[in-house]
T-cell receptor
Framework: AQTVTQSQPEMSVQEAETVTLSCTYD???????LFWYKQPPSRQMILVIR??????QNATENRFSVNFQKAAKSFSLKISDSQLGDAAMYFC???????????????FGKGTHLIIQP | SAVISQKPSRDICQRGTSLTIQCQVD?????MFWYRQQPGQSLTLIAT?????????ESGFVIDKFPISRPNLTFSTLTVSNMSPEDSSIYLC?????????FGPGTRLTVT
């Protein structure tokens, strides 16, 4: 079974600074997807960024970028120019490729609570 | 994108009773997923629901406790049966659509 580990229960960063959230995972599959989700107090899960394992290029979405190290099974999220609205729980998640014509559910890490200091 | 709604958004229930949570998607999807998020915890997959077939449950979750219906490609229900305080959680519906995974706003359940 796949596992996802987020070793930082909480991180704090000054507004406008850069912060990196860590995530490692364990899998025997060669192709899969990795995600970072943001969950603000409203509890709505918001997709931040997605990475396909077969792509060597790291995904980027505006101020959010990842450092995907497939051999090390590491998938960290970098948030640049942190803003107060970035404060939330961040979850790293894994999903295998389609199996039997359908899609697997996600396996989540325990989450990192990100605090933005004004 | 896919827009998901859930009903109810929250409820307070007495132990021993059952609650059915509804999930509606604005697009036709093959698979729908139900997750549980216990207080202060991460999300855990309960089951996967395919239209026209029995749901597939993850380890630790059983059909008698969490029966699921999937009558068509845009709707599903999850029932939490014979509730106990340990069932107090947020229950989220999710779909896989156009290579992305979308989540509903969740149902916050409190069992007293």
């Amino acid at each position: 079974a796949q596992t996802v580990t987020q070793s930082q229960p909480e991180m704090s960063v000054q507004e406008a600074e850069t912060v990196t959230l860590s995530c490692t995972y364990d899998t025997s599959e060669s192709d899969y997807y990795l995600f970072w989700y943001k969950q603000p107090p409203s509890r709505q899960m918001i997709l931040v960024i997605r990475q396909e394992a077969y792509k060597q290029q790291n995904a980027t979405e505006n101020r959010f970028s990842v450092n995907f190290q497939k051999a090390a099974k590491s998938f960290s999220l970098k948030i640049s120019d942190s803003q107060l609205g970035d404060a939330a729980m961040y979850f790293c998640a894994y999903r295998g490729l389609y199996s039997g014509g359908g899609a697997d559910g996600l396996t989540f890490g325990k989450g990192t609570h990100l605090i933005i200091q004004p | 994108s896919a827009v998901i709604s859930q009903k109810p958004s929250r409820d307070i229930c007495q132990r021993g009773t059952s609650l059915t949570i509804q999930c509606q998607v604005d697009s036709q999807v093959t698979m729908m997923f139900w997750y549980r998020q216990q207080p202060g915890q991460s999300l855990t997959l309960i089951a996967t629901a395919n239209q026209g077939s029995e749901a597939t449950y993850e380890s630790g979750f059983v059909i008698d406790k969490f029966p699921i219906s999937r009558p068509n490609l845009t709707f599903s229900t999850l029932t939490v049966s014979n509730m106990s305080p340990e069932d107090s959680s947020i229950y989220l519906c999710s779909v896989h659509y156009s290579y992305e995974q979308y989540f509903g706003p969740g149902t916050r359940l409190t069992v007293t």
